[in-house]
């Protein structure tokens, strides 16, 4: 059965931001710079190689996953723990001779990171020290442990981040994931990404506008004007919301304000000027 790994955002994104985690036991990990590629089995126990949102990996995944050394031994382990009716699904990181980001340096001997078990019975994923037990029976690398702490406030949590983000500059690694598997929440933080001051919700902001200047008022009712037709034109019911529509559009193309006395624009202008094209 696939399981997809869940999607992991920074603390200012969980659902309460951070606040969550306050009292419970965090894990802060490093990070590898590389593909998520896990390991499943199928209902008759064989072992399939996944990316990162598909339960099947394309070939080249494949090919470069299969010529790891753990990729036999991470077989062994899903076999092994199926031996004992246990479901799970491996994720790793399978890294690359460049890095994606560039943070981590070159590599000549590829190799595939494992970082968390999930238990397709439990519908949880298995706790660090299960996952560290695993890998070393199977010899499998296992991404380390930078800190685990009882944060009592946002202010403590956010000082462990930096502390470990710090260690992730020094240890050239793209930065951290932090886990509280009590409750399953997660969160990463990553080195190459600023610091930015905080701004308000731009959705809330209302931008005050200038207003329409006279050329573009005039240009909008002589569109509306070649559109309605003379013969139409002083007919309000029909001359009206076409000329709302050409004021909306003239005001979002130039960042204008729509004109609120749009009525007495058109009821003010010569049809003269209008047929003139504003001459």
């Known amino acids: 059965m696939w399981h997809k790994y869940k999607e992991i955002e920074p603390i200012r994104r969980l659902r309460n931001r951070g606040r969550e985690l306050l009292g419970q036991i965090v894990l802060l990990q490093e990070k590898r710079d590389g593909e998520n590629v896990p390991l499943w089995p199928n209902e008759e126990g064989v072992v399939n190689i996944a990316s ?29 723990e199926r031996s004992y009716n246990k479901n ?13 980001t560039r943070l981590e340096p070159r590599k000549k001997n590829l190799h595939w990171i494992l970082f968390d078990i999930y238990d397709l019975d439990a519908e949880r994923y298995c706790g660090y020290e299960y996952t560290y037990q695993r890998a070393f029976h ?40 932090g886990k509280c598997y009590k409750i399953q929440e997660f969160f990463k933080e990553k080195r190459d990404i600023p610091k930015l001051p905080k701004i308000r919700d731009p959705s809330k902001v209302k931008p ?38 050409h004021f909306e559009v003239e005001a979002r193309e130039h960042n204008f304000a729509t004109p609120r006395n749009m009525y007495k624009l058109y009821l003010d202008i010569p049809i003269e000027k209008l047929k003139a094209g504003g001459e």
């Open 52 to 80: 990162h949102n598909l339960p099947t990996a394309g070939d080249d995944i494949k090919v470069r996953m299969m010529a790891t050394p753990e990729y036999e031994k991470a077989v062994q382990l899903i076999e092994d």
């Open 88 to 100: 799970v699904v491996l994720y790793g990181e399978l890294l690359k001779e460049i890095s994606p």
């Open 138 to 177: 199977f010899r499998i690398p296992i991404v380390r442990v930078i800190d685990r702490f009882v944060p009592e406030n946002l202010e403590e949590l956010q000082e462990k981040v930096d502390s470990a983000l710090d260690w992730c500059k020094r240890h050239r690694r793209e930065g951290i994931v």
């Open 208 to 245: 005050q506008l200038p207003p329409m200047d006279e050329h573009t008022v005039l240009r909008a009712l002589q569109h509306a004007f070649d559109e309605v037709g003379e013969e139409d034109w002083e007919d309000k019911s029909k001359a009206m919301p076409v000329v709302a529509k």
